[in-house]
């Protein structure tokens, strides 16, 4: 599986930002499907994750109310819409695939994708 990022940038904090992440490679569909940030010189965290049948999601705490995820089953793709961006929302967002669980943990992701950076600015 291939994973493919896009939409990643510079914005000032409270824009908005969407991400984009495309996968190829595989037929079938994923179970899940997610993202990951690692802000400079710490560890990758989780951020929201999709479930594919259903569109069940799951948030980290501080991105609820904030951050939107979504997916497009016929492009097996997955959004990431930030809105009220804040500062330590500063990260490089990585995009996670799993066939088999919720990408809600690092440990559960099968596949990862390079990586967009987001930086948010006063």
């Known amino acids: 599986v291939q994973l493919a990022e896009s939409g990643g940038g510079l914005v000032q904090a409270g824009d908005s930002l969407r991400l984009s992440c495309a996968a190829s490679?595989?037929?079938?569909?994923?179970?899940?499907m997610g993202w990951f940030r690692q802000a400079p010189g710490k560890e990758r965290v989780f951020v929201a994750a999709?479930?594919?049948?259903?569109?069940?999601?799951w948030y980290t705490e501080s991105v609820k109310g904030r951050f939107d995820i979504s997916r497009d089953m016929a492009k097996n793709t997955v959004y990431l819409q930030m809105n009220s961006l804040l500062l330590e929302d500063t990260a490089v967002y990585s995009c996670a695939h799993s066939d088999s669980a919720a990408v809600v943990v690092a440990s559960q992701v099968a596949y990862w994708g390079k990586g967009t950076p987001v930086t948010v600015s006063s």
């Open positions: 490679g595989r037929a079938s569909s994923p179970y899940s």
């Open positions: 999709i479930r594919w049948n259903d569109g069940f999601t």
